[in-house]
């Protein structure tokens, strides 16, 4: 073993499996792959739950029929995945906070709508959004009752630094904007302000599934504590 996944700084394994290149068309792990993308498509799985809205017209209110819709994912800023998200050659400057980062949203993409999601814990530990005056100018923030696989079905496209639902997006079919180094960036998969050097390979989305979901983790059933995969915590969530 090597360096932690999302340290940045460092080599992990799970670059030496990403720098292995895109896999063949007819190898059994894409294969897997195609099939785990699917599941949790059809399943909308993800990290973050809870994933139905409790009022379905919530969403609505924060529409635009005129405008196209992204969402700026908020982060807690003592994350480890920030803290060892950035890179030691940045092409295009470290974003060091939530309101740095619905602000560069809005200057990339001045046709779209910015809705800005707050992390859980951000409202739970400090009891409110802690965005500056220029970002809350800048942007619309979703209330928590919101579940962010609701947003994703309505975004064109994601703003994150390093969170995982950068990857989700792509998983789900929307474009995802990642303006640090989360292990998933300078793949080539998705569009990235900075550069990880030792990542030489370009792959493609079944690729990094497979290495990312398929590969590296290890799993622990959710129901009885013993070693298992993939599909069956995937399984076990449907």
């Known amino acids: 073993s ?24 007819k190898d ?22 809870p994933l ?14 005129n405008k196209k819709h992204l969402v700026v994912i908020g982060q807690m800023e003592k994350d ?6 950035r890179g030691s ?7 060091s906070s939530n309101s740095k980062t619905v602000l560069a ?14 992390h859980p814990d ?14 809350k100018t800048a942007c619309e923030i979703l209330p928590l009752e919101i579940p962010l696989e609701a947003t994703l079905e309505i975004a064109d496209t994601t703003v994150v630094r390093t969170s995982l639902v950068g990857l989700e997006a792509k998983i789900n079919g929307v474009h995802s904007t990642v303006l640090n180094s989360p292990f998933y960036a300078s793949w080539g998969v998705t569009d990235d302000y900075e550069v990880c050097e030792r990542r ?13 979901y398929l590969d590296y983790p290890k799993y622990i059933h959710p129901g009885g504590d013993t070693p298992c995969d993939f599909f069956d915590v995937a399984s076990y969530f449907i």
Do not use: C, W
């Open 52 to 65: 139905t809205l409790a009022d379905d017209n919530l969403l609505e209110n924060y529409l635009d029929e």
């Open 2 to 25: 090597s360096g932690i996944y999302y340290d940045v700084n460092k080599h992990s394994d799970i670059e030496t499996l990403l720098n292995m290149g895109p896999l063949k068309e």
């Open 89 to 95: 050659k940045i092409t295009k400057g470290f974003i």
């Open 105 to 118: 949203a809005a200057k990339k993409f001045p046709e779209h709508k910015i809705l800005y999601r707050p």
């Open 80 to 85: 480890a995945s920030i803290k060892y998200g």
């Open 28 to 49: 059994p792990l894409r294969l897997k792959a195609e099939a785990g993308i699917t599941m949790m498509q059809a399943g909308h799985l993800s990290k973050y739950y």
């Open 122 to 135: 951000e409202i739970r530990s400090k009891g409110k959004i802690t965005l500056n005056f220029a970002a």
């Open 200 to 212: 030489k390979e370009k792959v493609d989305l079944e690729t990094l599934f497979a290495r990312s």
